[in-house]
């Protein structure tokens, strides 16, 4: 299966919002609610910040949120803050029990 | 606490053999999934494997390349090749699936991540 297709990149000021686009077809993002977001920052393991398309685990911010519409899912940071500055990635159920990742988009806070 | 512990770095040559693993704590009866990031790239998902009964899934690009496996008796995934390439080189972390069914799911706590390097 191919990556979902992300933004290479995003940027916003401290306080405003930014969101991030995840496209996939019908056969995976379309087809299923198990989208989940994942935070990296640099040289540490990636943290789970969405799943099922817009629950947040215990400990993550409010101002994290998911949304999806047909083939493509989004994540929406409100009131950015320097901490959010990282690499973020979409996941998608694909079929046949395989998953399939986002191509990842870097937010850099202005 | 729930953890997941990999092991060490390694450096390996090509053509040979490596096993690297994730031990598990707090938890049991879990999916542990493996994804790949090569050096500067994006995250791949590499399989799952479930301990209790050694239940496996690859994705379709590394099947064939990796093996996985496990101990239940110690609650240990591993990650396993036969004979390294070059283009194995990249950081490979262990992850627990937090949901109940392998379509309703998500990668709730990812290990440290083990780099494996293979020189050219």
């Known amino acids: 299966q191919s990556a979902l297709t992300q933004p290479p990149s995003a940027s916003g000021s401290p306080g405003q919002s930014v969101t991030i686009s995840c496209t996939g077809t019908s056969s995976d993002i379309g087809n299923y609610n198990s989208v989940s977001w994942y935070q990296q920052h640099p040289g540490k393991a990636p943290k789970l910040m969405i799943y099922?398309?817009?629950k947040r685990p215990s400990g993550v911010p409010d101002r994290f949120s998911g949304s999806k519409s047909g083939n493509t899912a989004s994540l929406t940071v409100s009131g950015l803050q320097a901490e959010d500055e990282a690499d973020y990635y979409c996941?998608?159920?694909?079929?046949?029990?395989?998953?399939?990742f986002g191509t990842g988009t870097k937010v850099t806070v202005l | 606490e729930v953890q997941l512990v990999q092991s060490g770095a390694e450096v390996k040559k090509p053509g040979e053999s490596l096993k690297i693993s994730c031990k598990g704590s707090?938890?049991?009866?879990?999916?542990i999934g493996w994804v790949r990031q090569m050096p500067g790239k994006g995250l791949e998902w590499v399989g799952i494997?479930?301990?209790?009964?050694?239940?496996?899934r690859y994705s379709p690009t590394f099947q064939g390349q990796v093996t996985l496996s496990g101990d239940k008796s110690i609650n240990t995934a591993y990650l396993h090749w036969s004979s390294l390439k070059a283009a194995d080189t990249a950081m490979y972390y262990c992850?627990?699936?937090?949901?109940?069914?392998?379509?309703?799911?998500?990668?709730?706590?990812w290990g440290q991540g083990t780099l494996v390097t293979v020189p050219s």
């Open positions: 494997f479930f301990p209790l009964n050694s239940d496996t």
């Open positions: 992850v627990r699936y937090g949901g109940a069914t392998l379509r309703d799911n998500w990668f709730d706590f």
């Open positions: 099922e398309v817009n």
């Open positions: 996941s998608s159920y694909a079929g046949n029990d395989n998953y399939v």
């Open positions: 707090g938890f049991t009866g879990y999916w």
